[in-house]
């Protein structure tokens, strides 16, 4: 069994993303790392892609860690938005694992595992279950929080996002659609083993006040291109 780490990264600072590859590199083999803005991201046409300096730094601290590295630069924005971003990025990891077998590990660049269990792997391969969550840890200003996330998935085919950034699903055996991530409102997520000593620290508020603004401002606009219905 292996882990397939897929990273989401653009503009980021380069000891961010080494640091993102170093604790991925805890339990995952393989590493995909996609660049790229989304379509309605501020000033995602002038730039889609984020550049060679970046894409070095991740390839270099992978071979560092003793992993493998997979690096996927567009050159337009994601027109789909973060929903084919992280699509894109499951189905590439599907052309290299061993289907139900592997698992995918989704992660974002200013996202970092901080603590890694040794026997994280093992506990994977033993479980029946599909999906896997962590405890994610949002750090504020002076205002910590710490709450489950579910970000393994079992490398089974069919694997896909739908209709926003964080519906992961994949088709049941009775034609329709099994929800390993959904919207509590809409959907109803499959059982999660809980990993919750694996602890992935979210840095977000730690940007640039100016890069904060920027993603603020793409949020505004997710009301309109991810809406969620029952599935």
């Excluded at 959904?182 to 083993?193: F, K, P, V, W, Y």
């Amino acid at each position: 069994m292996r882990v397939i780490g897929l990273l989401s990264w653009y503009e980021e600072p380069a000891p961010w993303l080494a640091e993102c590859v170093a604790g991925l590199a805890q339990f995952c083999d393989h590493l995909i790392a996609v660049d790229g803005p989304y379509a309605m991201f501020p000033g995602a046409t002038r730039k889609p892609a984020s550049g060679s300096e970046q894409a070095d730094t991740i390839a270099r601290a992978a071979a560092g860690a003793g992993i493998g590295c997979t690096i996927h630069a567009p050159r337009e924005p994601w027109w789909g938005n973060e929903v084919a971003k992280r699509d894109f990025m499951f189905r590439l990891a599907m052309t290299m694992a061993q289907p139900g077998v592997d698992w995918l590990l989704r992660v974002d660049a200013d996202e970092v595992f901080t603590q890694v269990p040794a026997d994280t792997k093992k506990i994977l391969g033993e479980t029946d279950l599909d999906v896997a969550e962590v405890t994610m840890w949002e750090r504020g200003d002076g205002q910590d929080s710490q709450f489950p996330l579910r970000v393994l998935f079992r490398a089974l085919p069919g694997i896909r996002i739908q209709q926003a950034h964080y519906v992961v699903t994949v088709p049941g055996q009775d034609g329709g659609t099994r929800v390993l991530v959904g919207n509590d409102t809409c959907h109803r997520a499959e059982t999660a083993l809980p990993l919750w000593d694996v602890r992935l620290e979210h840095r977000t508020q730690q940007r640039s006040a100016m890069r904060r603004a920027l993603k603020d401002q793409y949020y505004a606009h997710l009301p309109q291109i991810e809406q969620v219905t029952a599935l």
